[in-house]
């Protein structure tokens, strides 16, 4: 009998959950997913951030809750970001041992011990000019920056963070952060390095949570220039020589064909981060009913995996998880 035509049908093997489910090739899991957290000083504080629907500004106390709630969905950790009480020109509260973010870290791993803790390197959250390091004629001075980010990581090594995450995008910070790390006896502390950080307009939203949006000029002098896909891989193998035991693309969404481009090129352990305006665009689209909300998140967070990405740092990540552990049920 001969066959009939076409020879070849893959709608087979789509008919059913169950097939698909067999034959699927990429896995999304609670546990590959990063939640953003912003903390600041005080109790009892749970600010919400207009442009970023359902997240907040939230106290120690409050940001020890989501974490507990985030851990008991599976999800793979948090990532902090930290709003001083004060500001200066150099964003000495970075590396203050009282700090919010030194603060959160300590009662994170007294409460959630099994939840990995990484922390935000950067200036921009503390300096009162807004930008990502020491101001020297206008110009963020890159050499004069490395010391200031070895000591806030250090100090939130010295807290207990499990990965500290410096994303200032300075040359060479990932050698001074190992080595300063190094010599406080802290060498199991993991940097997962902001390798390929590029200058985007989807950062906005963020600038409102972390409170860091530069007062002048912008951070193009030493973010990367969107047009670039090679000085990626450059940065990546850069940091990772420096001593990075992880990498990240930021943004994600935007940018697929770098992260797929950064993994085939150093295999290495590679985060992706779905930033703010990516998640507050579907959000907005999704309560204005232009689309299906939970399948737009579910797509998005697919496609950042199916391009290489190991983990996703994603505001969604809570939803996501939930909605993972429905569609197990």
Known sequence: MTASFPESRPR??????ALRQLVRETVLAPS???LPLFVRGGT????PVGSLPGV?????????RDAEAASALGIGGVLLFGIPDRK?????????????VQNAVRELKRSVPDLVVITDVCMCEYTDHGHCGVLEGGDVANDATLELLAKAAVSHAEAGADIVAPSDMMDGRVGVIRA??????YANTVILSYAAKYASAFYGPFR????SAPRSGDRRGYQMDPPNADEAVREALQDIAEGADAIMVKPAGPYLDIVARVKAATRHPLAAYQVSGEYAMIRAA???????????????????????????????????????RADRA
């Open 88 to 100: 200066d020109e150099i964003g000495s509260n970075a590396w203050d041992p009282r700090g919010p």
């Open 44 to 47: 009892g504080i749970r600010q």
């Open 286 to 324: 999704a309560e204005r009913g232009w689309i299906d909300g939970d399948r737009a998140m579910m797509e998005s967070l697919i496609g950042i995996r199916r391009a290489g990405a190991d983990m996703i740092v994603t505001y969604f990540a809570v939803d996501a998880a939930r909605r993972l």
């Open 56 to 64: 907040a500004q939230t106290s120690v106390d409050e940001l020890v």
């Open 180 to 185: 300063a790390l190094d010599d406080a006896q």
């Open 32 to 34: 590959q997913l990063v």
């Open 208 to 211: 409102e949570a972390a409170e």
């Open 12 to 17: 087979r093997l789509r008919r059913t959950p």
